[in-house]
C-alpha cells in the first residue's frame, strides 16, 4: 500500500512522471480500488493533455462524481503531505506489477485447488483447460501476437492512408533533404533508428542539424533534439550561421557588418518559425530520452529525434565491471525500442575510433564505429559523413571539381 501511495504522490508532484510508469502498469495493476481510481483519472487528464497535480486530479475526480469513492479530498492531499520525488517511481511501479501478478495468479490457483475437490470429472478437465489457458496468458501478459488477418487489415489501411496523402502531395515519412538518399529509403521511415558516425570535424552535427533538422522542420515535422555535448546557446549560434550564410569570424568578434545584421535577422525569423524543440541536458539516459519522446509524441510534438551523440549517453544500468562497449550496445538496442514504441524515426550520431587515422584508405567502414560492439545488429541505416579533403587538399569529385570545401560526400 505504501509503494502504490509513493507512485500515486511521486505522479502528483513530478509533471512528466506518469509517463515512466504507464509501460509499467495500469489500472489494474492497483490493489486498492481507491487508487484505481486515482490512476485513472490520472490517465484521464494525461490523454486530455493537462498538467498533472493535487488541484487538476482533485477537480476532475469531482467532476467525475467519484470524490467519495477516493476517499474525499481528506484523503487525496494525505497523498502529497509527505517529501517525494518521481526518483524511484519506475522501480515502485514495477513493484506494483509484480504483486499483482502474483494476486492474480493466486487468484487462478485457488480456483484450480477448488476444482480438484469436486467429484466431477469431466467439469474438473474443463476447468483444468480453461484455468491453464488463464495462466498461460497472465504469464504471456501484454503479448503483442496477433493472427495475421488483422495484421493484413492494418497493411491494407495504412497503404490506403498514404494512396489519400500521395494524392494531395503528402508523405508520411520525414524528409531527410537529401533526394537520393530519399529514393533510397522513402525517406525516414517511423520507427528506424539511424547512426550517422564520423570522426571529428567531419560534419556529422552540421548534417544531422542543418540538413536533416532544417529540411523535417521546414515541410512541418515536430523535430526533438537532445544535445548531449553542445550546450543550447552554443547550438542556436551554430544554427544562425547555417541559416544567415554569416562570416563566422564577424559572429564570434562582434564585428558584423549591416549585411550580415540582415541575414541574422532574416534567420532569426526562418528558426523561430520551426517546429525544434532542444535537450541540453548533460548526462542523461535512455529512460530520460524515452520518456522525453514518449511525452513528445503523446502531445503531438515529435516526428523526428536527433541525439548528438550516442558516446555521451550515460548507461542505466548500475552493474559493475561491465564493460563500454556492452554499455553502448545496451543504449542503441534502448534506443531502437524507443523508436519502435514511440513510432518515430530517432537520427543517433556516433563517433568512430581512430583505426581509420591509421588506414591508408581513409573511406570509413562499419567496423570503425567506436565501441561498436553489436550496434550494427540494433540500427537500420549506418551513415558516413566523409570529407576526403581533410585527409588530401587535392582531392576532387567524379566531376574533377576540389573537394577542399569541405562537400560531404555519403
Request: charge should be negative; include cysteine.
Amino acid at each position: 500500500m505504501e509503494v502504490e501511495e509513493a507512485v500515486l504522490r511521486a505522479l502528483m508532484l513530478e509533471r512528466d512522471a506518469i509517463f515512466k510508469v504507464t509501460p509499467i502498469i495500469s489500472e489494474e495493476s492497483f490493489y486498492k480500488q481507491e487508487h484505481q481510481l486515482i490512476f485513472k483519472t490520472i490517465n484521464e487528464l494525461t490523454d486530455a493533455g493537462q498538467n498533472i497535480d493535487l488541484l487538476t486530479v482533485s477537480r476532475k475526480i469531482k467532476d467525475n462524481g467519484i470524490l467519495e469513492q477516493v476517499g474525499g479530498p481528506a484523503y487525496i492531499t494525505s497523498l502529497t503531505r509527505h517529501v517525494a520525488s518521481a526518483a524511484h517511481i519506475e522501480q515502485h511501479a514495477r513493484i506494483i506489477a509484480e504483486k499483482f501478478f502474483s494476486r492474480e495468479l493466486i487468484r487462478h490457483c485457488t480456483q484450480q485447488i477448488n476444482l480438484v475437490y469436486q467429484d466431477d470429472i469431466d467439469t474438473l478437465e474443463a476447468q483444468y483447460n480453461l484455468s491453464t489457458q488463464e495462466i498461460d496468458d497472465l504469464l504471456a501478459g501484454k503479448s503483442g501476437m496477433k493472427h495475421i488477418a488483422n495484421i493484413l487489415d492494418e497493411t491494407r489501411a495504412d497503404l490506403e492512408t498514404r494512396q489519400g496523402k500521395a494524392a494531395l502531395g503528402e508523405i508520411l515519412v520525414v524528409n531527410t533533404g537529401l533526394t537520393d538518399l530519399n529514393e533510397l529509403n522513402n525517406g525516414w521511415q517511423q520507427g528506424e533508428l539511424v547512426i550517422i558516425a564520423a570522426r571529428p570535424s567531419m560534419g556529422k552535427t552540421a548534417v544531422a542539424l542543418n540538413l536533416f533538422t532544417k529540411s523535417a522542420a521546414q515541410k512541418g515535422k515536430k523535430v526533438c533534439v537532445f544535445s548531449l555535448e553542445m550546450e543550447n546557446l552554443k547550438l542556436s549560434k551554430r544554427l544562425i550561421l547555417s541559416y544567415g550564410g554569416i562570416v563566422r569570424n564577424n559572429f564570434e568578434r562582434g564585428t558584423m557588418t549591416q549585411g550580415d545584421w540582415s541575414a541574422y535577422n532574416r534567420a532569426d525569423k526562418q528558426l523561430r518559425e520551426l517546429p525544434v524543440f532542444i535537450d541540453d541536458t548533460p548526462g542523461v539516459d535512455t529512460r530520460h530520452i524515452g520518456s522525453v519522446v514518449r511525452n513528445k509524441v503523446r502531445k503531438n510534438q515529435c516526428d523526428l529525434v536527433v541525439i548528438d551523440y550516442l558516446q555521451l549517453i550515460e548507461s542505466k544500468s548500475g552493474q559493475i565491471n561491465k564493460t563500454r562497449e556492452r554499455e553502448v550496445a545496451e543504449i542503441s538496442r534502448e534506443l531502437k525500442k524507443v523508436a519502435k514504441a514511440a513510432g518515430v524515426p530517432i537520427i543517433l550520431l556516433a563517433q568512430l575510433n581512430r583505426q581509420i587515422e591509421n588506414r591508408e584508405d581513409k573511406t570509413p567502414r562499419l567496423a570503425d564505429l567506436r565501441e561498436s560492439g553489436v550496434i550494427e545488429q540494433d540500427v537500420d541505416i549506418v551513415i558516413f559523413p566523409w570529407r576526403p579533403a581533410f585527409y588530401n587538399p587535392v582531392a576532387t569529385d567524379d566531376n574533377g571539381n576540389s573537394l577542399r570545401e569541405g562537400c560531404n560526400a555519403f
